[in-house]
Antibody
């Protein structure tokens, strides 16, 4: 059974940092592209970042470029999102998503990030 | 990376057919056959319903179908049921390993 379990969310002040983790199981993680997608309360999902299977290629939405870094550890079947210089507008549920044929075919349950003073 | 355009809401009675549109540009929807659709019930993660414009993943009802013409993609739900009431989002590859979502459409089953 495919499982994606996010962790690391919480309350942080503006300008602070958080590191999200997503533990994967039930599939060949090292062969899979992965994404982070976020969804602010009451809003639609927004694509945040992508990483290819070996971690050599990463891309970001303009809104997070230069502040967020995606990475992965294929030995531990885990993908990470390091979030720095957090802003109030980064408040959202953050989902880890497996890519298949340029679509997100499996989503975790999400981890909530709240940026507030 | 502008969001794709969807109607805010659509509605239909049980047994009817409804179609949700998703309009983008030649840089996203029009440029690639990588449009997918997601269903989201309150408090749940989005669920993939259609990928690559018109392909249904295993386990998805054949009442759900997708299509594309030019810069506009569509999701059609035939024989609408009460359980289909949810938010629906389109999603497209936008080149250079970037992706974009639509703003979402709330389906109300009357």
């Amino acid at each position: 059974e495919v499982q994606l379990v996010e962790s690391g969310g919480g309350l942080v002040q503006p300008g602070g940092s958080l590191r999200l983790s997503c533990a994967a199981s039930g599939f060949t993680f090292s062969s899979s592209w992965m994404h982070w997608v976020r969804q602010a309360p009451g809003k639609g999902p927004v694509w945040v970042s992508h990483i290819n299977s070996d971690g050599s290629g990463t891309t970001y939405a303009e809104s997070v470029k230069g502040r967020f870094t995606i990475s992965r550890d294929n030995a531990e079947n885990t993908v990470f999102l390091q979030m720095n210089s957090l802003r109030v507008e980064d408040t959202a549920m953050y989902y880890c998503v497996r890519d298949r044929s340029y679509s997100g075919d499996f989503w975790g349950q999400g981890t909530l990030v709240t940026v507030s003073s | 990376q502008s969001a794709l355009t969807q109607p805010r809401s659509v509605s239909g009675s049980p047994g009817q057919s409804v179609t949700i549109s998703c309009t983008g540009t030649s840089s996203d929807i029009g440029g690639y056959n990588y449009v997918s659709w997601y269903q989201q019930h309150p408090g749940k993660a989005p669920k993939l319903m259609i990928r690559e414009v018109s392909n249904r993943p295993s386990g998805i009802s054949n009442r759900f179908s997708g299509s594309k013409s030019g810069n506009t993609a569509s999701l059609t739900i035939s024989v609408v049921q009460a359980e289909d009431e949810a938010d629906y989002y389109c999603y497209s590859y936008a080149g250079a390993y970037t992706w974009v979502f639509g703003g979402g459409t709330k389906l109300t089953v009357l």
